[in-house]
């Protein structure tokens, strides 16, 4: 069986360090808001070359603390709107609406599953404040056009980095493009611990202080609470593990790009539509797009493949969201039935991908 994703094996390669480093987390009897995270929190800011970045809980509140923080300034009020994709996961959304805010739920590019700054620019209203990017699949959705965007409208730039650690727009990291960015290290995330985790990174120096109070209870002293903050911090021991895998990232950034180039060479089948060789994405996903995608992922399925759909129903399609059922789409709906997600990580085999290879370019519907 190929596995869509086999997370025991990617951390079975760093076994000895992370054990090694949990035990250190143990024995120094020091669990929460330590050295471990202050390290990583480090590592990070050289990594991105970013000026701050902030631990927490995981990626969903990482974005709802910048946007949170935003209000905080004064820069977004209630009722405000931030424009998101229409295809991401659903914490994109959650952190807006979670925080009254009003998502405005934008349109994609068909080839590159992106938002595209005229499309986004065609939904601006007086109302709006934020954009945020999201990098889906590994694949970095900013360029220069959007920051021009930006200021022409005044708007706030979140990058929603949480499926492309460690990805590059020419020689700068997606988390350093925007305003401020988010990340998620979800297991199977680019760069993923072994629980939750998540940060932000920002040059706004105002903005990293408000989030590092609000991540803890919005106290800047012990027991004195600026703010109505939250519990979210990143667990020292996660953040050790987390410097132990963030040795291997560009190793495995590689690996998993020498994956995504050979599918893209060699799948020929031309009922399969692939994804474009993007020197930059941190191939999170191989997403490609067919007509009879139940049909290929059974397929698969029988002869042994695992694979996924991200995401086979839109946000404003979703009962969480059934106030905005009267949007409408069309390319993030069409997507959503055509999308078919192939295996892609630092662990799966080449012979594994050339069997995922010759499977696909022998099926016949
Ligand atoms: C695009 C996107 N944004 C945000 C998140 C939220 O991250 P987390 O699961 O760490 O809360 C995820 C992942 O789950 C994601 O894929």
């Given at each position: 069986?190929?596995?869509f994703y086999?997370v025991?094996?990617?951390?079975?390669?760093?076994a000895d360090?992370?054990?090694?480093?949990a035990?250190?987390?143990?024995?120094?009897?020091?669990?929460?808001?330590?050295?471990r995270?202050?390290?990583?929190?480090?590592?990070?800011?050289t990594?991105?070359?970013v000026d701050?970045a902030i631990?927490?809980?995981?990626g969903?509140?990482?974005?709802?603390?910048?946007?949170?923080?935003?209000?905080e300034?004064?820069v977004?009020?209630?009722?405000?709107?931030?424009?998101?994709?229409?295809?991401t996961?659903?914490?994109?959304a959650?952190?807006?609406?979670h925080?009254?805010?009003r998502?405005?739920?934008?349109?994609v590019n068909?080839d590159t599953?992106l938002?595209?700054?005229?499309?986004v620019e065609?939904?601006?209203t007086?109302?709006?404040?934020?954009?945020?990017?999201?990098?889906?699949?590994g694949?970095v959705?900013?360029?220069d056009?959007?920051?021009?965007?930006?200021?022409?409208?005044?708007?706030?730039?979140?990058?929603?980095?949480?499926?492309a650690?460690g990805?590059?727009?020419g020689?700068?990291m997606?988390?350093?493009l925007?305003d401020?960015?988010a990340h998620?290290?979800?297991p199977?995330?680019?760069?993923g611990?072994l629980g939750?985790g998540?940060m932000?990174?920002t040059?706004?120096?105002?903005?990293?202080?408000?989030?590092?109070?609000?991540?803890?209870?919005?106290?800047?002293?012990k027991?004195y609470?600026?703010?109505?903050?939250?519990?979210?911090r990143?667990?020292?021991?996660?953040?050790?593990?987390?410097?132990v895998?963030?040795?291997?990232?560009?190793?495995?950034f590689?690996?998993?790009?020498?994956?995504a180039?050979?599918?893209?060479?060699?799948?020929?089948?031309?009922?399969i539509?692939?994804?474009?060789r993007?020197?930059?994405?941190?191939?999170?996903?191989?997403?490609?797009?067919v007509?009879?995608?139940?049909?290929l992922?059974?397929?698969?399925?029988e002869?042994?493949?695992?694979?996924?759909?991200?995401?086979p129903?839109?946000?404003h399609?979703?009962?969480?969201?059934?106030d905005?059922?009267w949007?409408?789409l069309?390319?993030?709906?069409?997507?959503?039935?055509?999308?078919?997600?192939l295996?892609?990580?630092?662990?799966?085999?080449?012979?594994?991908v050339?069997?995922?290879?010759?499977?696909?370019n022998?099926?016949?519907?």
């Open positions: 069986m190929i596995k086999d025991k094996k990617i951390n079975a390669r760093y360090q992370l054990k090694g480093a035990e250190k987390v143990i024995d120094s009897g020091w669990y929460i808001n330590g050295s995270v202050e390290k990583f929190e480090s590592s990070v800011k990594y991105l070359r701050h631990g927490c809980g995981n969903l509140d990482a974005l709802k603390l910048i946007l949170r923080a935003y209000k300034m004064g977004m009020r209630e009722g405000d709107q931030v424009i998101v994709p229409g295809n996961f659903i914490a994109t959650l952190a807006v609406t925080n009254h805010l998502p405005v739920f934008v349109d068909y599953f938002m595209d700054p005229d499309e065609k939904c601006i007086p109302s709006t404040r934020a954009i945020i990017l999201v990098h889906l699949y694949s959705c900013y360029d056009r959007f920051k021009k965007l930006a200021e022409k409208y005044n708007l706030v730039l979140i990058e929603d980095n949480a499926q650690f990805a590059k727009y020689e700068r997606s988390g350093s925007g401020a960015a998620s290290f979800y199977t995330k680019p760069l611990c939750d998540g932000v990174t040059n706004n120096t105002t903005l990293a202080f408000l989030i590092r109070l609000l991540t803890n209870y919005g106290s800047s002293r027991y609470h600026d703010f109505r903050g939250y519990n979210s990143l667990d020292e021991i996660q953040a050790a593990f987390l410097s895998k963030m040795r291997y990232i560009y190793e495995e590689q690996y998993r790009q020498t994956v180039f050979h599918y893209i060479r060699e799948i020929t089948n031309p009922k539509l692939l994804p474009k993007d020197v930059g994405s941190a191939w999170h996903l191989f997403v490609v797009k007509d009879k995608r139940w049909e992922k059974k397929y698969l399925e002869h042994g493949v695992g694979t996924m759909i991200h995401y129903l839109p946000i399609k979703q009962e969480a969201y059934e905005f059922d949007v409408s069309p390319t993030v709906e069409r997507l959503s039935n055509e999308i078919l997600s295996p892609i990580s630092s662990v799966i085999t080449e012979d594994e050339s069997r995922v290879i010759k499977l696909i022998e099926w016949k519907e």
